[in-house]
């Protein structure tokens, strides 16, 4: 049983472009995040939800815009994709008692624009 | 803003061997959690062990281990009898109640046979 899916695994797509990933998790779980990954392999938080609330907006690009429909999901839209966006970029959950049981971060969707 | 510091961008160790990563932070915070995780070439990110800063006892995980020095803010990683399958980057983590992990830049740890 997969406990943080994401999909797709890989996006390759133009410059320009809008585009999706998809992030389910069935731990029951109530805070779910977006990290990026970039080409040095430097993590860095972006969003963070918690009971579908935003509550971590770091500076990222208007570009991103987060959404999540319930709980168990968050997806991430990426509008007018440019260069520098090619990245990995990892969905994460935790329960609010993160310190005792961590994070689960699932296995990462790498997006290449070209 | 709390940063965390890796000074080592890649380490070798024999199989068998005991090896030790580098961790610094800095932080006005009493109360914070300590992580270090493992990314093999799959890309999964592993939770190798984490560590409490007000618990005294350094953690231990099997093969793994923890010096916890809070005073110094090092929080260094050991590997001990190092195995092919720890081949990986490993990054140190921290996370004081923001909701948020800041993550080193990672350290490269090549095993050899």
């Known amino acids: 049983d997969t406990a943080v899916s994401q999909t797709p695994k890989y996006l390759v797509t133009q410059m320009g472009n809008d585009k999706s990933i998809k992030c389910e998790q069935n731990?029951?779980?109530?805070?779910m995040y977006w990290y990026k990954q970039d080409s040095k392999k430097f993590l860095k938080i972006m969003f963070s939800y918690n009971n579908k609330e935003l509550i971590i907006n770091e500076t990222v690009p208007n570009r991103f815009s987060p959404k999540s429909p319930d709980k168990a999901h968050l997806n991430l839209h990426i509008n007018s994709l440019e260069l520098g966006d090619s990245a990995v970029y990892f969905c994460?959950?935790?329960?609010?008692?993160?310190?005792?049981?961590?994070?689960?971060f699932g296995s990462g969707t790498r997006l290449t624009v070209v | 803003a709390q940063t965390v510091t890796q000074s080592q961008p890649e380490m070798s160790v024999q199989e068998a061997e005991t090896v030790t990563l580098s961790c610094t932070y800095d932080?006005?915070?009493?109360?914070?959690?300590l992580f270090w995780y493992k990314q093999p070439p799959s890309r999964q990110m592993i939770l190798v062990i984490r560590q409490e800063a007000y618990k005294q006892q350094n953690a231990t995980e099997n093969r793994f281990s923890v010096n916890f020095q809070k005073a110094a803010k090092s929080f260094s990683l050991k590997i001990s009898d190092s195995q092919l399958g720890d081949a990986a980057m490993y990054f140190c983590?921290?996370?004081?109640?923001?909701?948020?992990?800041?993550f080193g830049a990672g350290t490269i740890l090549r095993v050899k046979s």
């Open positions: 932080t006005s915070e009493s109360d914070y959690y």
């Open positions: 983590a921290y996370e004081g109640g923001g909701n948020k992990l800041v």
């Open positions: 994460a959950s935790s329960l609010l008692d993160r310190w005792n049981y961590g994070y689960t």
């Open positions: 731990l029951g779980h109530d805070t």
